[in-house]
């Protein structure tokens, strides 16, 4: 078996994250969140009181803010040099800021080199936006993940009230559409399936029969 590069992208909570961690661990291959990765720059930039309309100033934050994952940390934590910020990037005031800072041409450019380097380490799972057309467009597996945005809210939703967050579902809805609507806009690299990419539409699917449909498509590469 051959140690392959599986390009997971979609629209905002698909669950994309749930289930490339699985079968990253799977198949033994590195997880790379690359959405995390815009979330850091932003906490970065907002701790800086930077204005995030303001391009070359976010792009000097993301060139010089070291982000930090730990080499096979079951949890995924994300670190800015000693700073840990895995919670402080799952925020609301992140979450409806990121496709902004994710917007700036120079902001993607450094992170894309990143995520290149991550990616040359060998058998690799990276979620995205833009991870099969333009990070690693020579990826062995492409999936695009989708589910309808009612859908995608619920599951939000359940996540969490399970963490305490009492958020309404409508204004959920609402704030992953206008999230996508940013990020499929976009100049730079928007959201969209490449054209070799494999739909993979979850409205009906479990997380297991999403990680099983994967990992069919790896095996038959493999
Ligand atoms: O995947 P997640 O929802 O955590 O991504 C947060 C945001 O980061 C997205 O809404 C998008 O604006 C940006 N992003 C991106 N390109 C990626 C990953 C995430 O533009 N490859």
Partial sequence: TEALQVAIDGPASAGKSTVAKLVAKKFGYVYCDTGAMYRAITVAALEAKVDLTDDSAVTNIAQQTLIKFLPGDPVQRVFIGDQEITEAIR????????????????????????????????????????????????????????????????????????????????????????????????????????????????????????VEAISEIIRKKQ
């Fill in 91 to 210: 925020q609301p005031e992140i979450t409806n800021n990121v496709s902004t800072v994710a917007a700036i041409g120079a902001v993607r450019e450094e992170l894309v080199k990143q995520q290149q380097t991550i990616a040359d380490q060998g058998g690799i799972v990276m979620d995205g936006r833009d991870i099969g057309t333009t990070v690693l467009p020579n990826a062995d597996v492409k999936v695009f993940m989708i589910a309808s945005a009612h859908e995608r809210a619920l599951r939000r939703y359940h996540e969490n009230i399970a963490k305490g967050i009492t958020t309404p579902l409508d204004k959920l809805q609402a704030e992953i559409e206008l999230r996508d609507k940013k990020d499929s806009t976009r100049k730079v690299s928007p959201l969209k399936q490449a054209d070799d990419a494999i739909l993979l539409d979850t409205t009906k699917l479990n997380i297991n029969q999403v």
